[in-house]
């Protein structure tokens, strides 16, 4: 049973009192989530019993933080059913991985060739690939996205072409929550031959990912939007082209063997792991895989669909709230159930974009942060997705499977207030100031 | 335990929204067009997103006029607003102090210079709240680089 009074308990920082007598309500998930006592416990008690480098000693501590080190790649593999066919490389986070990959796939492109993202890409998938570009002189098309905030996949047929070498999709987005069709998605690139790249920085902390059966190359996410701690990330991909692509960065651990005129490369996974890694974080990572599995990550999905819901519904009652979130969209278009044509499964859950025309959305996050409650106000890390919105910035409440719906009555309750703050009428008249 | 990091008096919401922050967030000087654009620039906030455009209309090294344009926080609107209206009148050199004085005050130094303070008087409550320092900035480091022929910033 899912007991979140109980897992609570796990997260010492939910007691925090942010101001006096304002204990914190965190919404600010998506950025990073918060740790539970393990893993915090995992680092203290790596550095006070087995601290040592890994991969290269005979002792005694060498080979428990080697193989505890190691053990965490499994545990990666089985989290998001990836197969034998694929390595798990830890890298420092989504963004290094997306860029490894960028880098590494990138070599063999020629001028002419293209990239396919989307326009609900963070960042993280959007730079590389502009570097990429500036080097290479290749294309880069955006899927465009509809009404609904979904990909537009008719659009997305006629952009792939024999052209296109690389497809990278986020699988769910940061923003309007849509979760992509990475088997649609695949199963188009593949008609070309295209290389496929999932971001998967804001599914995997929230629902079940089937790697083996997406269809995609690679796929890409953060430990510490899960549990884990900060400077973890994770690339896993097909060992097949990983051997073919050239190594990321040079020094220890990713050899085999250096002489004074050349190397040569370690195998993958080592190949682009170089220098001494993140030891006492991978293996804090590692258990907080064990603990998202031990509640379910099914669990986990229920639930925030239930909080996510029960928020929408109270977010109704501010008329002048313009909400862009793709379950809200789709179930206004009249097909709101969660197995409507376009939006996938799970999509729209777990976080909640919000404007109001009239109050700035960091006037909205300095209030509601005067009563304890932490949201995101900006253009999280998607300006171009913003652009398209015609905003320049946004709100932002994401949860995570310890927030309750106590939590989202008291978001609620100062969000109210944060909107009645300014008298212009933020909650009331503006209807009447703005044309629908 | 407590650290230092943990700064537990809350400061007051009021302290931040003076009254008349409000009032300039509600009906900003400044909108007007201008005859003639002299000097401008555009500031870039890059952590939320927003912008500001700032043009200046000078005569014999006096500013005519200020037009400023983009959306922006309340901070940064009554900021920019409160610039508008300060500085219509006043020659370059003058501007330039206010910019120190407007400075000093958000970065909690000393003032070097004495300056009519008018309604900037209620920018020094924004200090209690260090992320939104940026905001009350962001017109006038614009202003900074109008002045400075530069056409673009990004502050950080
Ligand atoms: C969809 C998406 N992709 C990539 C990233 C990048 O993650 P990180 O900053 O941990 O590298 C984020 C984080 O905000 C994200 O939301």
Redo the contacts between chains.
Sequence with gaps: MFDVKKIRKDFKILNR?I??D?LLVYLDNAATTQKPNCVIDSIVNYYENYNANIHRGVHKLAEEATVAYENVREKVSRFINASDEDAVIFTRNATESMNLLAFCLGESLKEGDEVIISEMEHHANIIPWYLLRDRKKITIKFIPITEKYELDYEALEKLITKKTKIVSITQKSNVLGTVNDIKKISKLAKTVNAIVIVDAAQSAPHMKIDFSNLGADFIAFSSHKMCGPTGIGVLVGKKELLEKMPPYMGGGEMIRKVTFEDFTCNDVPWKFEAGTPNIADVIAFGVALDYLENIGIENIYEYEKELTLYALDKMKQFEFLKIYNSRAASCEQGSGNSSSQDAGRGSGIGLITFSNPV?????IA??VD?YGVAIR???HCA?PL?KKLGV??TCRASFYFYNTKEEIDIFINVLKKALE????GACKTLKTVLPK | MTTAIMDRSTPQLDELYKEIILEHYRHPCGREPLERVDLEAEGLNPLCGDEVKLGLQIKNNVIEKVHLEGHGCSISTASGSILADILKGKTLDEAKKYLTYVKETMHNKPHSIDVEEGDLEVLEGVKRFPVRIKCALLPWTTLEEAMAGHKHVEIS
């Design positions: 009192e101001w006096d304002k109050v700035h959305p960091h006037d300095t209030i005067q106000a900006g253009h300006q913003m320049s910035s703050y300014f008298e212009i």
